[in-house]
């Protein structure tokens, strides 16, 4: 019963690298969700992928990408990491797009950027 | 921007009180949901009511929606320790064929035992 699991959990990261942050689901959702979590913001949509084989931008793409591997995985990437990306990032799944369904949320990847 | 603006911002209260979290959006919705996110985990999805109810419960929670004030509330009884948490409204902001949700800024509440 993993649920929604992110990797790694914690991450330091020098300005300009990169990386990407894994993130599966074992309950054969169809939808899954990248948001990030500023102190003060609430959570802010980065990604989506509504269904396997598709993904959309958020509110606050700029700086990210995504691929949606299967329908288990969906990864974001920092391609150029810089400060303003400081963050706690959460992967989230829903069974469908129906609204009707509420998300189950991984436990967050802290990355830091300096 | 964000949907839904969450009153108070914080919230502190003694055991076995009762705690209330209001909620306000901007648009149109079809539902509203509620999460519960205890300190450095990840958000636990709480309750859904939908556009056409009014009120739900689910053991001690109880949501009520207007629709017409464009407002929700969370209604926690006989509030525990365990309940201290960050609590958050989410809305659908009336887009149903993309399972979006935009959250709230959160009320954070405090339960001493």
């Known amino acids: 019963n993993a649920g929604v699991t992110q990797t790694p959990k914690f991450q330091v990261l020098k300005t300009g690298q990169s990386m990407t942050l894994q993130c599966a689901q074992d309950?054969?959702?169809?939808?899954m969700y990248w948001y990030r979590q500023d102190p003060g913001m609430g959570l802010r949509l980065i990604y989506y992928s509504a269904s396997e084989g598709t993904t959309d931008k958020g509110e606050v793409p700029n700086g990210y990408n995504v691929s949606r591997l299967n329908k288990r995985e969906f990864s974001l990437r920092l391609e150029s990491a810089a400060p303003s990306q400081t963050s706690v990032y959460f992967c989230a799944s829903r069974p469908g797009r129906a609204a009707s369904y509420g998300y189950t949320f991984g436990s967050g990847t802290r990355l830091t950027v300096v | 921007s964000q949907q839904g603006e969450e009153d108070p911002q914080a919230l502190s209260i003694q055991e076995g009180e009762n705690a209330t979290m209001n909620c306000s959006y901007k648009t149109s919705i079809n539902n509203l949901q509620w999460y519960r996110q205890n300190s450095g985990r990840g958000l636990v999805h709480l309750i859904l009511?939908?556009?056409?109810?009014r009120e739900k419960h689910s053991g001690r929670l109880r949501v009520t929606l207007d629709t017409s004030k464009k407002s929700s509330s969370l209604l926690i009884t006989a509030s525990r320790a365990a309940d201290t948490a960050s609590y958050f409204c989410?809305?659908?902001?009336?887009?149903?064929?993309?399972?979006?949700?935009?959250f709230g800024q959160g009320t954070t509440l405090q339960v001493k035992p």
């Open positions: 989410a809305t659908d902001g009336g887009s149903s064929n993309t399972g979006k949700l935009i």
């Open positions: 309950m054969n959702h169809n939808s």
């Open positions: 009511i939908r556009s056409n109810e």
